[in-house]
């Protein structure tokens, strides 16, 4: 866990005051401490885990404080007018972080797909981005259908595995923009 300290504190940084920052990195890790029994990495990986963990201590924070964390974390940090922050929640229109949230995912996605075999690339976007069904994959790849849903099984084991990997060897993901 010692590896993820800085990636949680910057994730709580940008979403609260920087006099809470402290605590709620350290009740986050309290936290994770007393729930390691929990964890399976069969569901998700620790950084999913620990960022589940402080999105509750970020949570609970504003809760205590009375106020909704959206509008906090909007307010604070990216607006002017509360009305168009009112606005944008009541519409669904995504806030700042979560744009940016988005696009640093997208960014590790396509990393980790170049950084994969292409026949795992070329299941994974037929599959996902074409949004082809399991049968229709399988005819493009010339393959059965359990044979395909064997490969796209791998495909997705490899993409984790490779997003993980370059998440922790700290990849520039600003190479993999277009």
């Not at 609260?16 to 929990?38: K, N, R, Y």
């Not at 009375?66 to 604070?76: E, F, M, Y």
């Amino acid at each position: 866990m010692e590896s993820s300290v800085a990636p949680v504190y910057r994730f709580i940084r940008a979403r609260v005051p920087a006099e809470a920052v402290d605590d709620l990195v350290q009740e986050t890790f309290v936290s994770a401490a007393g729930s390691v029994s929990q964890f399976d990495a069969q569901i998700a990986t620790v950084w999913t885990w620990l960022l589940g963990i402080a999105r509750k201590r970020i949570a609970d924070y504003y809760r205590a404080s009375g106020r909704d964390p959206l509008l906090n974390i909007a307010t604070g940090r990216f607006a002017s007018d509360l009305a168009d922050i009112e606005g944008a929640l009541a519409c669904g229109t995504p806030l700042p972080d979560e744009v940016c949230e988005s696009e640093e995912l997208r960014l590790v996605v396509r990393a980790a797909l170049t950084s994969i075999e292409p026949k795992h690339q070329a299941c994974l976007i037929a599959r996902y981005y074409k949004d082809l069904s399991l049968d229709e994959v399988g005819q493009l790849m010339n393959l059965s259908r359990s044979a395909t849903n064997s490969l796209l099984h791998r495909a997705r084991v490899r993409l984790r595995r490779t997003v993980e990997r370059l998440i922790g060897e700290g990849t520039d993901f600003e190479d993999f923009a277009k």
